[in-house]
């Protein structure tokens, strides 16, 4: 899931200083998950902001509305009424959100009240790892279905570096080496004989740095 943290809400309001009728755009999505942005959280958010502003003697019209899904156009469209009379938007989806809100509805400000951080799972409740990179081109199959290019702080295809030492890698000894977990994964599946095959360089051209990227499914498309 992609996993996002609050904004600060001092940095929320002085976005929102200039606009009195504002509306608080959740999603049902990864960010429900990641309890951030979820209806709870939309409710929570929008009373701080009414209570920060009737702190400074200031009027506050703020409602409320969580999306299905900010990713999809179909679900961007049910904000057709409710974002009529509003001047500002603040979307607690991930940051692709407010972007498509932005360009669906070109006549109103929109804001991020999260920052995006990055695509993983739960460790356990309240904590939250980064898995993915979303490289495009996944090569998992050759390191027992564990990701080296995200969890190796050097992103080594042919690992270990020199830095890892008791299983813990040399940048904190909180962060396990993938490369410790690779090897005990493939030496409990009897599949050792992986280590010792030399992966080939990763191929970049399907990574971010092209430029932003499209997938097009044409048995998907009308």
């Not at 009240?113 to 980064?130: C, D, K, P, Q, R």
Request: net charge neutral; glycine share 10%; hydrophobic share 35%.
């Amino acid at each position: 899931m992609v996993v996002a943290e609050p904004k600060p809400l001092n940095e929320i309001l002085a976005m929102l200083q200039p606009y009195k009728k504002i509306l608080v755009a959740g999603c049902k999505g990864c960010v429900t998950v990641c309890t951030t942005g979820g209806k709870k959280e939309v409710e929570i958010l929008a009373a701080e902001i009414r209570i920060a502003r009737k702190k400074e003697g200031q009027e506050a019209d703020v409602q409320e509305i969580t999306l299905e899904r900010q990713c999809d156009p179909e679900y961007i469209d049910q904000l057709e009424g409710p974002i009529k009379d509003r001047d500002a938007v603040l979307s607690i989806a991930c940051t692709v959100g407010p972007q498509y809100i932005a360009g669906r509805y070109m006549d109103k400000m929109i804001f991020p009240g999260l920052n995006t951080v990055f695509i993983g799972g739960s460790l356990e409740h309240g904590v939250f790892a980064e898995f993915c990179q979303a490289c495009g081109s996944c090569v998992i199959h050759n390191f027992g279905s564990l990701c080296p290019i995200t969890r190796c702080a050097k992103s080594l295809s042919n690992g270990p570096c020199g830095g890892s030492s008791k299983g813990k890698c040399e940048i904190s000894k909180d962060v396990d080496c993938v490369w410790q977990l690779i090897y005990d994964r493939l030496k409990g599946l009897g599949r050792l004989d992986q280590m010792t095959q030399v992966v080939p360089c990763k191929e970049w051209t399907t990574s971010r740095d092209g430029g932003p990227r499209k997938m097009i499914r044409e048995d998907l498309r009308l």
